[in-house]
T-cell receptor, first 114, second 111 residues
Framework: EAGVTQFPSHSVIEKGQTVTLRCDPISGHDNLYWYRRVMGKEIKFLLHFVKESKQDESGMPNNRFLAERTGGTYSTLKVQPAELEDSGVYFC????????????FGSGTRLTVV | KQEVTQIPAALSVPEGENLVLNCSFTDSAIYNLQWFRQDPGKGLTSLLLIQSSQREQTSGRLNASLDKSSGRSTLYIAASQPGDSATYLCAVFDSWGKLQFGAGTQVVVTP
């Protein structure tokens, strides 16, 4: 089975610009999660989709971040406008059942805001 | 608020030695615990998932134990190899499937 796919793998943008990250989960996985690691910190939860619905978005840092999951398939995470502190690695993960089976993570998108 | 701590932060061992990586968590009301490996510039690779009702889980040279009452998990890697060099991350699940990660232990195995 194909894994979780994220793209781009790297993105360098200027402060104030917009960036959209994409995640394709494993087929059949209803649960999709976004996490991120900013420099020197632990990996932190951003939000959780169950199919196309946002189950938990308590980790989203502010309203510059917008996540969508069209038709319960792939998901996008848009940052608009990007700030320097948004630099980090953004990970996507998917799971069929969530807690009981654990997650499969993608390779991440390294975002650098200059 | 759940806090996950991994000790040590970094570890260097000669090839062939056994590795012991520690993870502690403050709230014992976890559901499951998952150990991951991260290679530089790469994503997270799942190593072992321990269900909350289990005491340990094994896969090849890897063995992970879980003691919920004391808030601890330990990952053992037997007969380490240079290919085991990576950052190892411990993460605990809450009831909604949200993961709380530790900062990781960076392991270097020297030939």
């Amino acid at each position: 089975e194909a894994g979780v796919t994220q793209f781009p793998s790297h993105s360098v943008i200027e402060k104030g610009q917009t960036v959209t990250l994409r995640c394709d989960p494993i087929s059949g996985h209803d649960n999709l999660y976004w996490y991120r690691r900013v420099m020197g910190k632990e990996i932190k939860f951003l939000l959780h989709f169950v199919k196309e619905s946002k189950q938990d978005e308590s980790g989203m840092p502010n309203n510059r971040f917008l996540a969508e999951r069209t038709g319960g398939t792939y998901s996008t995470l848009k940052v608009q406008p990007a700030e320097l502190e948004d630099s980090g690695v953004y990970f996507c993960a998917s799971s069929r059942t969530g807690v009981t089976e654990g997650y499969t993570f993608g390779s991440g998108t390294r975002l650098t805001v200059v | 608020k759940q806090e996950v701590t991994q000790i040590p932060a970094a570890l260097s061992v000669p090839e062939g030695e056994n590795l012991v990586l520690n993870c502690s968590f403050t709230d014992s009301a976890i559901y499951n615990l998952q150990w991951f490996r991260q290679d530089p510039g790469k994503g997270l690779t799942s190593l072992l998932l321990i269900q909350s009702s289990q005491r340990e889980q094994t896969s090849g040279r890897l063995n992970a134990s879980l003691d919920k009452s004391s808030g601890r998990s330990t990952l053992y890697i037997a007969a380490s190899q240079p290919g085991d060099s990576a950052t190892y991350l411990c993460a605990v699940f809450d009831s909604w499937g949200k993961l709380q990660f530790g900062a990781g232990t960076q392991v270097v195995v020297t030939p």
